[in-house]
């Protein structure tokens, strides 16, 4: 079998596309679920985060499993878990049951998206990682846009529970793809160690690695949670202003679309101008102006389509900062260290969003917060840049075309 990068990269995106896919189920479904289930905002939040929270305790071990086990393997148990938990969602019938579903499913996701990232810098350190991993990143907007798009209008006709099932079915597809398809590249990745399994628990990061994966850890992790805070709880802000969910979910969903173009352009241009820094502070500010911007001015179709523009372009710039802060052989656990922050930030804070929502009583308010915590990502973005600037030893990554 050729072992084509791109052609190794499409099966990994599209098992990300899958995870995205599940993991935007809830936050479409917020009607049905609140409503048969019995529940507020706040715990809403919360289920939404229950596929997060493995991962403040999995990502650090799913890097490390991936040393010791081999990243195929894990994979392909992260997606039989994703497919498990998001059977047990399809047949939940009280918030207990859907809950123990969704952290199954996460599980199961937190092994998969810290190794597929990895995998994925496997194949592209030193040759197009920005343009790689923009193309890569952009499987999340895919999934999300593509929920938005269906899993309304399904749970309509079918019901929510037979929307578990199909994101179910999607994550047991993409397994038998991985399993067919995917092999490891011949030069740069490891195999699974035959060392001791304790020894494979060191993270032999130097102190200034440690805290710029820490840093990259917290702009990957806000970014996402301000995207994922709009995209759950957008659809909530129109329904309120009087539009169907089938309507409200069309709506956002445009700039998710639009995240499809917009996170490889931003990747290539920041790529060929040589500015990733710039161009990344530039649309992440725009991008949290226009999400505040959506509270106050009621054009939600046109301030859509601009954060879809503005706020795909980071995506492959932020991802390809581990790449920067850290040696190729410490990856794996670095991406394990840096897929905590992400999941300490996703499990918890879409939570926050919903007790203000509660609290408040306005459905607006989760807006305001996303765009409050895009303007914290900016500033640790701006810390991860001191860092790395005061840093006067040797370069060691292959990455030199970001200094």
Not at 145 to 166: D, K, R, S
Not at 226 to 247: H, K, M, N, Q, Y
Request: hydrophobic share 55%.
């Amino acid at each position: 079998m050729t072992r084509n990068r791109w052609t190794m990269m499409a099966v990994l995106a599209l098992a990300r596309t899958a995870m995205a896919y599940q993991m935007q189920s809830v936050g479409s479904l917020s009607p049905f679920l609140i409503s048969d289930l019995d529940i507020d905002y706040a715990a809403l939040g919360t289920l939404i985060g229950l596929y997060m929270l493995p991962g403040v305790v999995i990502a650090l071990p799913g890097g490390v499993l991936g040393q010791r086990f081999g990243d195929t393997r894990m994979c392909l148990l992260g997606l039989a878990l994703m497919t498990a938990g998001g059977v047990l969602m399809g047949v939940a019938e009280s918030y207990a049951v859907a809950s123990f579903g969704r952290i199954v499913s996460g599980l199961g996701g937190v092994i998969l998206n810290v190794l597929l990232t990895k995998m994925v810098a496997d194949w592209f350190a030193g040759r197009e990682i920005i343009t790689a991993m923009a193309l890569f990143v952009n499987s999340w907007p895919l999934g999300i846009a593509l929920g938005l798009m269906t899993q309304g209008l399904l749970a309509e006709v079918a019901g929510w529970p037979a929307v578990m099932h199909v994101a179910a079915m999607i994550c047991a597809i993409s397994l038998v793809l991985v399993a067919l398809i995917y092999r490891p590249p011949l030069i740069g990745a490891q195999s699974p160690s035959t060392a001791s399994f304790v020894m494979t628990w060191r993270l032999d990061l130097k102190g200034h690695e440690l805290t710029l994966i820490l840093l990259a850890g917290a702009v990957w992790a806000l970014y996402n949670v301000g995207f994922i805070v709009v995209v759950s709880f957008a659809p909530d802000f129109l329904t309120a202003a009087g539009r169907s969910v089938g309507d409200a979910g069309a709506i956002v969903s445009m700039a998710t679309w639009l995240m499809l173009i917009s996170v490889p352009l931003g990747g290539f241009l920041a790529e060929r101008s040589g500015r990733p820094n710039l161009t990344l502070v530039s649309s992440l500010a725009a991008y949290g102006a226009v999400t505040a911007a959506l509270t106050i001015w009621d054009a939600p179709i046109l301030l859509f389509v601009i954060v879809g523009v503005m706020g795909g372009v980071p995506a492959g710039i932020i991802m390809a900062l581990p790449a920067r802060a850290v040696r190729a052989e410490v990856r794996a656990p670095a991406m394990g260290l840096y897929f905590t922050c992400y999941y300490v930030g996703m499990a918890a804070l879409p939570a926050l969003a919903g007790w203000i929502r509660d609290t408040t009583g306005y459905a607006g308010a989760p807006l305001l917060f996303a765009s409050a915590i895009l303007i914290v990502a900016l500033i640790s973005f701006a810390a991860f840049c001191w860092v790395e600037r005061r840093y006067d030893g040797n370069h060691e990554n292959p990455e030199e075309q970001f200094k």
